[in-house]
């Protein structure tokens, strides 16, 4: 299904992509050896005129595989693939090491699916008051639908904001960067420019889903991790909401997969969590107003219910929500901890509450793990098995169907009593 069935009132500004200058001869002799006076490296490729310190002669990516550009700000350098998921093309602005996995797990890559999951789309773009264009549903969408998958087109190392201060020069290398996109898929690219984020480290910062190419081979350092922003242009359509009703995860070959976590109703908006939805309001509030702009009349900075409740951000039931938050991260504390001696069947039952009414749907899946394993230390097997079937529910929306804790979690129900955590706490209490 083509993604171009979906109507994004996004504004396109192409217009935005700050193209390299071109350089005429009397600015060659004047560049510093190897590079420019921002410290980028170029070579003219394409239509974008870069220049190496060296003049070497210009230089396309390949059709098939990757290329190195040797575009490079210090360490981190820009990598391309253009026919990377059927064509769908990948930029990759990392180190060399990082790059090395890339290429080795291309195969992996090539298999990035990129669609909608249901036909008619049941989604349509709509102005969202306080925020802007967003999703809404056209029609019920059940708990566990799956509403779309998406392969990255961009991910850069996230140690190029700390390890680059310069913002100009990170800018420069970036725009460079998703200009060897295909033109399809930079045109999508550039739908996600609004003018609360014009350049492409806004929309990073805005949407930061992570990717992690797994620890570096060499000497670890404090900033040595393989950690990337990756960019999925089709999710960034959706807006942010501290209590969102979309779970996100990725699969074996990094494409984004999106799901319903609660039931939807047509014209309800669809929203994700693009931040730890157990951080405190303040702290909520603070990261949206930065990245994503905040907005004029919120108080606070963040419009979702969770944060800009009736009454305000200090009336009774945003009052109500911060205390409920607390309890459910202490809670969360005992009942990891396996030894706890504070744990009985109300604190478990209360923990569960607290979670709905917080409305914490995209986290269900440890709450029924927790709830599982803690029923089984106090011998309830049946509760046990109850929660552990419902925790392999809510993995597989939050996690997908081959997570680890699903994987556990169905070990679990199968054999409540045979598993190590039956009676456990009982056992310790000579009980």
Excluded at 65 to 85: D, H, L, M, P
Excluded at 227 to 241: I, K
Excluded at 281 to 308: I, L, M, N, Y
């Amino acid at each position: 299904m083509a993604w171009s069935s979906l109507s994004l009132t996004r504004v396109l500004v192409l217009g935005l992509l700050t193209r390299c200058a071109l350089a005429d001869s009397d600015t060659k002799a004047d560049s510093p050896q190897g590079g420019s006076a921002d410290g980028l490296a170029y070579e003219q490729i394409e239509k974008v005129n870069i220049y190496t310190g060296n003049g070497t002669a210009p230089q396309s990516p390949p059709v098939e595989g990757w290329w190195e550009s040797k575009i490079c700000s210090g360490a981190f350098c820009v990598y391309t693939n253009q026919r990377i998921a059927n064509g769908r093309g990948l930029v990759a602005v990392t180190r060399f090491e990082e790059f090395q996995k890339l290429e080795r797990i291309e195969d992996h890559l090539n298999r990035g699916e990129n669609k909608y999951l249901e036909d008619p789309i049941p989604l349509t773009t709509t102005e969202v008051p306080h925020k802007g264009p967003g999703l809404t549903a056209t029609k019920s969408i059940r708990r566990g639908k799956p509403l779309l998958v998406a392969s990255p087109i961009l991910i850069v190392h996230k140690s190029l904001f700390d390890q680059v201060p310069k913002k100009s020069e990170r800018t420069r290398l970036l725009e460079a960067a998703i200009s060897y996109l295909p033109s399809h898929t930079l045109t999508l690219f550039n739908t996600q420019r609004t003018p609360r984020h014009p350049s492409v480290e806004a929309i990073l910062h805005a949407h930061p889903f992570e990717l992690d190419l797994g620890y570096a081979t060499h000497k670890q350092t404090a900033d040595d991790h393989s950690r990337h922003f990756a960019n999925y242009p089709e999710a960034a359509a959706f807006q942010h909401d501290c209590r969102p009703n979309v779970a996100t995860h990725m699969d074996a070959s990094f494409a984004l997969r999106a799901t319903v976590a609660r039931r939807v109703q047509p014209g309800e908006e669809l929203t994700l969590s693009y931040i730890d939805p157990f951080l405190a309001r303040d702290e909520r509030a603070a990261w949206v107003k930065r990245h994503r702009g905040g907005e004029k009349g919120v108080e606070g900075g963040c419009p979702c219910q969770a944060c800009s409740p009736p009454g305000g951000v200090k009336g009774e039931k945003a009052v109500e929500g911060e205390k409920r938050l607390k309890e459910i991260v202490a809670l969360r504390a005992e009942l990891r901890n396996h030894d706890s001696s504070k744990v009985d069947f109300g604190v478990i039952e209360r923990f569960l509450k607290l979670y709905e009414e917080e409305r914490l749907h995209v986290r269900l899946a440890e709450a029924y793990e927790l709830a599982a394993l803690n029923f089984n230390y106090l011998g309830d097997d049946k509760r046990a098995k109850k929660y552990a079937e419902l925790a392999v529910q809510a993995g597989i929306v939050e996690g997908g169907v081959q997570s680890n804790d699903v994987v556990a979690m169905r070990v679990m129900a199968k054999d409540v009593k045979g598993h190590y955590s039956y009676r456990y706490t009982l056992k310790r209490r000579g009980q």
